[in-house]
C-alpha cells in the first residue's frame, strides 16, 4: 500500500466555522507532513511532523492547529478561517525525515478547501 | 537565495511528440533533484529522484537528466500522450532549514 488518503476531498466552511481535514498512511513512515498549494503556485511547507512530533512549523498562523494522533493520523483543526485561506491542502509522507530530504514523499490527493 | 526555476511555464504539443522540460536550481549545498507530476487538483506523484552522483534516471517514458556542476536538470517525455497532460514540478532538497524547495511548474498539454 503506497497510498496517501485525505478526507475530505472538498470542504466548504465560513469563517467561524470549526473543521478538520485527516490524512492517513499505512506505508509505516514517520514522518507527515501539511502543505497548503493555491491555484499555479507550488505547494508550501505548512508543518513537519517526525516520530509524531512537531518538527517544523512554517510560521503557520495559529488558526491551523496540527495534530498527530498517532503515526498513521495526520490531522489539520482549522477554526475562524479567512478567504483567503482557500487553496488545496495535501498531506504527504516518507519513510523519515532529516533537513537532507533523502526521502521520496508521497502525496495524498489533497482536500479542496473554499472558506466564505 | 535557494531558488528552482522551471522552464517553459507553459506547453502545448501534438500527441506522439516528444518535449524536454528545463529546471535550474541555486539551491546549495545539494542534496537530490526530484521531479513530479501533479495533475490538476490532485496531489504531486514523484517520477524520478536523483543524487549528485547521477547523471541520468528513466521511468517509463520519462528520462530526467542532471548537471550538478551548472545546476541543470531536464525531463524528457517520449512519446506523449494525452494523459501526460499535467503540471510538472521540478524539487530541490539541500541541507538547510528547508526540507524542499519547489519550482512553479511548467504546465504541459497534451493535444489530440
Known amino acids: 500500500d503506497t497510498e496517501v488518503t485525505q478526507t475530505p476531498k472538498h470542504l466548504v466552511m465560513g469563517m467561524t466555522n470549526k473543521k478538520s481535514l485527516k490524512c492517513e498512511q499505512h506505508m509505516g513512515h514517520r514522518a507527515m507532513y501539511w502543505y497548503k498549494q493555491k491555484a499555479k503556485k507550488p505547494p508550501e511547507l505548512m508543518f513537519v511532523?517526525?516520530?509524531?512530533?512537531?518538527?517544523i512549523n512554517e510560521s503557520v498562523p495559529s488558526r491551523f492547529s496540527p495534530e498527530c494522533p498517532n503515526s498513521s493520523l495526520l490531522n489539520l483543526h482549522l477554526h475562524a478561517l479567512q478567504p483567503e485561506d482557500s487553496a488545496l491542502y495535501l498531506c504527504a509522507s516518507s519513510q523519515l525525515w532529516d533537513r537532507g530530504s533523502g526521502y521520496t514523499q508521497y502525496f495524498g490527493p489533497g482536500t479542496r478547501l473554499t472558506v466564505l | 537565495k535557494n531558488q528552482v526555476e522551471q522552464s517553459p511555464q507553459s506547453l502545448i504539443i501534438l500527441e506522439g511528440k516528444n518535449c524536454t522540460l528545463q529546471c535550474n536550481y541555486t539551491v546549495s549545498p545539494f542534496s537530490n533533484l526530484r521531479w513530479y507530476k501533479q495533475d490538476t487538483g490532485r496531489g504531486p506523484v514523484s517520477l524520478t529522484i536523483m543524487t549528485f552522483s547521477e547523471n541520468t534516471k528513466s521511468n517509463g517514458r520519462y528520462t530526467a537528466t542532471l548537471d550538478a556542476d551548472t545546476k541543470q536538470s531536464s525531463l524528457h517525455i517520449t512519446a506523449s500522450q494525452l494523459s501526460d497532460s499535467a503540471s510538472y514540478i521540478c524539487?530541490?532538497?539541500?541541507?538547510?532549514?528547508?526540507?524542499?524547495?519547489f519550482g512553479k511548474g511548467t504546465r504541459l498539454s497534451v493535444i489530440a
Open positions: 511532523y517526525s516520530y509524531e512530533k512537531l518538527s
Open positions: 524539487v530541490v532538497s539541500y541541507s538547510g532549514n528547508t526540507p524542499l524547495v
